[in-house]
């Protein structure tokens, strides 16, 4: 592998300190939203030098395929917040309120569901616009960033296989799929040195509730 002499848990113990440090700064929503667009931009840098062109162009996803935006999401609460500061932000009262129904539609929707039958019925995350692009790509969940798939019609038949209770390899940048994976687990590391809470939860039952009622020191 091309990657073997990478350290994975030096780069885990490197997010869970920088998530520590940041969080520790402030406790407001803004506060919470700027140690996040730190630790991704710190995880998307990491990619960028270590993944070189040929690697990356065996990527097949893109702007518009949302091929497996239907499955459950989960993500940590500082994610959930620089979600909804992002939509406080980059968009008007019209459009949050528009999305705001939407997110709160679909966390009604899949409160019960298991990623199966989530596929089987074809459940879009809320976010998509109507041409399948994200309208949170910049802020989106460090679980969408490690996902990604070489060929766009085996991707599709894993999650039919998926919506079936069977499985179908699905040929993925294992890296990009460890070093995330990593990523995520030291921001919750971070957020355990400080007390906070570091549970997994459904995307947009967790939004959801944060648009309801937005509490700047609920982590």
């Known amino acids: ?101 939407a997110v709160g539609d679909t966390a009604r929707t899949v409160r019960w569901m298991d990623d199966a039958e989530r596929i089987r019925r074809r459940i879009p995350c809320p976010f998509l616009d109507r041409a399948g692009w994200c309208r949170i790509h910049p802020v989106r969940p460090l679980t969408c960033r490690a996902v990604t798939s ?24 294992l890296f990009q799929k460890f070093l995330v994976d990593t990523a995520f687990r030291g921001v919750a590391e971070g957020l355990a040195r400080l007390g906070r809470d570091d549970r997994g939860r459904e995307l947009t039952q967790a939004v959801a509730a944060l648009l309801q009622a937005p509490v700047a020191n609920r982590e």
């Open 1 to 101: 592998m091309p990657h073997d002499s990478f350290d994975f848990t030096a780069f885990g113990s490197e997010i869970a300190g920088r998530m520590a440090r940041g969080m520790g700064k402030g406790r407001d929503a803004a506060g919470v939203a700027a140690a996040m667009a730190e630790i991704t931009a710190f995880v998307e840098a990491t990619l960028a030098g270590e993944m070189d062109g040929a690697e990356r162009a065996l990527i097949a996803c893109g702007p518009g395929c949302a091929a497996c935006c239907v499955v459950n999401v989960t993500l940590l609460l500082p994610e959930a917040v620089a979600i909804t500061e992002y939509l406080r932000t980059a968009f008007d009262a019209g459009e949050r309120g528009a999305l705001a129904a």
């Open 150 to 173: 070489t060929d766009p019609l085996a991707c599709r038949r894993a999650l039919d296989a998926a919506a079936g209770d069977e499985e179908e390899p699905l040929l993925m940048n």
